[in-house]
């Protein structure tokens, strides 16, 4: 028997993530190739976006994708977050050459205010958000902030991206294979202060960090290379990525659906205490996926200069978090 349809929004549909982002939701690479999904799509109720988004739904109905069994186009989020069980919140400005994000948090923060009441209004109380609007973190902080009836810890942002640029760099290093790369994981905020950390992280069981033994290197080159990574993009492209975006939006929202079978991956959640940082905070995290829930992976020995890196990308997310005070 076919599954049942989940309805999935997306905001931010007709930008460039969006793009990149539903076809392949529509294809089944986000939730399987089984399962049925109703789009509700989000974009500013402006004509420029509302009409690019009719042609991206065009085009939507012409891959004839078997999973795609039903799409709405929408102008206000009380509408579009009707009953969804999955919303993936890309709506926003991007930065653009020569802007930090943490400069996006006062055209950008304002939006996820009202998303958050909106999905606390009308959403599936078990709605899985996933928060890439940047700054992420925080925005995710304020959407959560605003919805005090959906459990706090269905709000996540996403470090993904930071994440996988990780594994990539790693695979280049040691001439290793992405795949067989286990246990890495992602600190704190998607931004230049993230804490990629591959001091657990294995490759057919024998340890990266012994591998690599170049802590100049880690310091030096791989932390700045990978925080630093979107605006390297921004400054090739012109334009702030978008296709690995989408990659990593759908990497989230898969293993939190789907589960992730043991493996390591970083999502950015509500802080529940965990190593010490404080309650609520929006921070990258090593998780595990299992049935629907994510699971911290605990109990991790944090050395010096790791505490140093997490102080750091702490102390960034808290100062962005009280700059938002008056929107939550
Ligand atoms: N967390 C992450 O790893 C990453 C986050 N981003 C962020 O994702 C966001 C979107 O990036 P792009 O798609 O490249 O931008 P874009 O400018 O191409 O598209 C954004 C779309 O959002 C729409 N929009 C703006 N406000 C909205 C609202 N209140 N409701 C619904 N739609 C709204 C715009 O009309 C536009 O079509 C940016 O904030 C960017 O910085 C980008 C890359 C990685
Ligand atoms: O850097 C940006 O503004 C876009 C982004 O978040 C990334 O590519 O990591």
Redesign the pocket.
């Known amino acids: 028997m076919s599954k049942k349809p989940v309805r999935v929004a997306v905001?931010?549909?007709?930008?460039?993530?969006?793009?990149a982002l539903l076809f392949r939701i529509a294809s089944g690479e986000m939730l399987g190739k089984d399962q049925p999904v109703i789009l509700q799509l989000?974009?500013?109720p402006?004509e420029g976006?509302q009409k690019?988004l009719k042609g991206v739904m065009m085009e939507l109905e012409d891959c004839a994708f078997p999973l795609l069994v039903g799409m709405e186009a929408h102008g206000d989020?009380m509408t579009a977050f009707k009953d969804v069980d999955y919303a993936l919140l890309?709506?926003?400005?991007?930065?653009g050459p020569g802007m930090e994000?943490a400069e996006?948090l006062a055209i950008?923060g304002a939006?996820f205010t009202?998303?958050g009441k909106a999905l606390n209004a009308v959403a599936s109380r078990n709605v899985k958000v996933l928060?890439?609007?940047?700054p992420?973190n925080t925005n995710a902080f304020i959407a959560m902030k605003a919805a005090p009836d959906l459990k706090p810890g269905n709000f996540t942002?996403?470090?993904?991206?930071?994440h996988n640029r990780a594994l990539s760099q790693i695979a280049a290093k040691t001439g290793k294979a992405v795949a067989d790369i286990e246990n890495l994981c992602v600190w704190g905020n998607?931004s230049p202060t993230m804490y990629a950390d591959y001091r657990f992280a294995t490759i057919k069981g024998e340890s990266v960090k012994a591998m690599i033994n170049d802590q100049e290197w880690n310091a030096n080159v791989f932390l700045p290379t990978v925080g630093k990574r979107?605006a390297a993009i921004i400054e090739a492209r012109g334009?702030?990525?978008?296709a690995?975006?989408a990659n990593?939006a759908i990497d989230h929202m898969r293993d939190w659906a789907l589960g992730t079978n043991g493996k390591w991956v970083t999502m950015g959640i509500p802080s529940q205490g965990w190593y010490g940082i404080p309650k609520d905070v929006m921070f990258g995290f090593p998780v595990t996926c299992e049935n629907g829930e994510y699971k911290v992976v605990e109990g991790l020995e944090i050395d010096a200069f790791s505490q140093g890196c997490i102080d750091k990308t702490l102390k960034e997310l808290t100062d962005e978090q009280a700059g938002v005070a008056h929107l939550i």
Do not use: C, F, K
């Open positions: 905001t931010g549909a007709a930008g460039q993530i969006g793009y989000l974009e500013v402006v976006p690019a989020p890309v709506g926003s400005r991007p930065r994000r996006l950008n939006i009202a998303q928060v890439v609007g940047n992420a942002a996403m470090l993904r991206l930071d998607h979107g334009l702030s990525s978008a690995s975006a990593a």
